[in-house]
């Protein structure tokens, strides 16, 4: 009898649990689980959860994502997916032509989403005109990290066009240092040949190769010339870079090793964290050639379609966070990017921040504002997976020959079409 | 009277213990049925189809094994295939047998030596890989001791160079390998019978005699387990290649394995990358059947 009693009492108590967190529950798929990431994170939840929800966090680390998405695939196979999920770039339209997604137009128009985001972005965020993706932030990809007192002993000036970067590696190799930092993993591979990419190409043609994958324009002659220029830039890479992380590779830059590294904008958090102060300490440029164009990587977060009415409204709850200044700040100090908002305070950002925002705005305007192809937002897996396989064998090839690069580029694009 | 209750009683119990074996192997068979064959086919069954980022059962036919044998990559994991399983079964096979046969000549403290050896063997693949990943590494490992050492001109960079990095694979699966070897063949050579070897002694047969021409050929079965065994970790080998090489440089050092989780898993590629399993599951069939058939048909004869 007792336990009968104290099993009831056990059941409708489980079943007022529910009742107890009326304002809903949002589940967070993310891999945001490294230091800086992780405090990002923590705000998010923390501001989320002053608005009365519970936040359930399901981190899934490692592999950029990698695991997170398998997990996520089984999740939404079973009919369970969690609310919301770190899914970024053409991805997002995969997951929307699955019907998975939920629809965010009505906070989207209270909170003038289409005035506060650009164009370019505003498109990655929406399936079939509908908003079913908040984004978070805005990486750079075209930046060339400099060490200027490497540069100084070595008598090079920063560089502003190809012709002048390859003449500063020249002197750098000519005083000892290794001209240029760089990771043999085939993302870093593909990161350098953006890079090359957008300043031979210029952002209208990168835009033809890249998302209209334009056959033209993939065996042209300027591509060929991207190849060479990629060819001759091996020769200023050290040879025991096959395998390094991109952050070790930024690790020489900073002890002075190497003199420049060409990464997106999540190395300044190696600086930040060896205590060097952007400007003084270390100088970010465009990559020379690609001063008006702005190479971009959005980390968002989508929206999973959810039965329960209030955990749909902790959701959009979500969404509405995710876009306040308040967080956009904090997050991206300590994630290294810019905030995705056009209307941002920038006076508390870093100079390279700055410059990364007052760069974005332009760009936004001028169409220089193009996806990043080597981190997934102007294609799809498949195609970037073909372009990483054809850049990597090129660049580990004594005998490479751009011309059939060229060709074997569009004929990997192709066959994954 | 008595004895007839013990039968009453006994009864149920007698019904449970005949179907207890069953109960308590059918969740095992359930999960080998479903998890094992019954993937396999769904796996089979996904190459023929157009599957992308998740699973769709849009028929395509044989195309996604003609993108598969179109595919460079493919071919370039293929014959690493070659080399590496070529390599390391034959080198494990070689460096096994002679570490058994010095380990069998009744010496002193064999016990700590044969754990040495088979000490690797313990560690997981993840962490042979990550251990030799540094030691070859021409920036930090042997490369640079012996040129700290003074030896300017020496240059080991295999690791980094894409003709020869599948030979470092080679090398840091051997030294996994090569233990358990060597234990498989001593536990062999301790069963043959010490009177054979006598008389042959006896005969004037001098000691490598002894054991190329009467006590390793006596070793078939063992010869025959040990290679199956590194065939199939070779064939399956993927956690040594994703911590030691990534694949890299470029994809010089990939594996059918490594191929085959990219193109499914991250390239959203589902329906190549199950066509690539499937030729893998053929690769592995095609050493498996011959040597199963040879099995059961000798039982027969016994």
Known sequence: MNAMTRLATAVSLVSLMPLAALAGEVEVLHWWTSGGEKRAADTLQKLVEDKGHTWKDFAVAGGGGEAAMTVLKTRAVSGNPPAAAQIKGPDIQEWGALGLLANLDSVAEQNQWDTLLPKQVAEIMTYEGHYVAVPVNVHRVNWLWINPEVFAKAGATPPTTLDEFFAAADKLKAAGFIPLAHGGQPWQDGTVFEDLALSILGADAFRKAFVDLDEATLTGDQMVEVFAALNKLRGYVDADAAGRDWNIATGLVINGKAGMQLMGDWAKSEWTAAGKVAGKDYQCLAFPGTQGSFAFNIDSLAMFKLGDAENRKAQEDLARTVLEPEFQQFFNQNKGSIPVRLDQDMSSFDACAQKSMADFKEAAGNGGLQPSMAHGMAASSYVQGAVFDVVTNFFNDPQADPKRAAQQLAAAIQAVQ | ?302
């Open chain 2, 1 to 302: 009277m008595s004895s007839i209750a013990v039968v009453t009683k006994a009864s149920p119990l007698d019904a449970l213990q005949r179907w207890l074996p069953k109960l308590v192997l059918a969740p095992s068979m359930l999960i080998v049925l479903v998890g094992f064959y019954g993937y396999i086919l769904w796996t089979f069954l996904l190459s023929f189809t157009n599957s992308r980022f998740m699973p769709s059962y849009k028929w395509v036919g044989l195309q996604q094994y003609q993108r598969l044998l179109d595919n460079d990559r493919w071919w370039v994991a293929s014959k690493n295939l070659m080399v590496f399983g070529g390599l390391f079964i034959t080198i494990s096979l070689v460096v096994g047998v002679l570490l058994a046969v010095l380990l069998d000549q009744r010496i002193r403290r064999e016990g700590v030596i044969r754990t040495i050896f088979l000490y690797p063997m313990a560690l997981s693949m993840i962490v042979t890989g990550t251990a030799w990943k540094w030691l070859l590494n021409p920036g930090l490992g042997l490369d640079k001791l012996l040129r700290d050492w003074g030896w300017e001109g020496f240059r080991f960079d295999w690791l980094v160079d894409p003709q020869y990095v599948v030979y470092c694979l080679v090398i840091a699966a051997v030294w996994q390998a090569s233990g358990f070897v060597m234990a498989l063949f001593l536990a062999g050579l301790r069963s043959v019978d010490q009177s054979i070897i006598r008389a042959a002694q006896v005969d004037g047969a001098s000691l490598p005699n002894i054991y190329l021409r009467i006590v390793l050929p006596s070793l078939g079965p063992v010869f025959f387990s040990a290679l199956m065994i590194l065939a199939h970790i070779a064939i399956k080998s993927f956690d040594l290649v994703a911590s030691m090489t990534a694949g890299g440089p470029g994809y010089s050092s990939d594996l059918p394995a490594m191929f085959m989780y990219a193109h499914t898993f991250t390239r959203g590629q589902m329906g190549l990358g199950a066509a690539s399993a499937i030729l893998m599951l053929g690769a592995v069939l095609a050493i498996l059947v011959p040597y199963l058939y040879s099995e059961l048909r000798a039982k027969r004869h016994d």
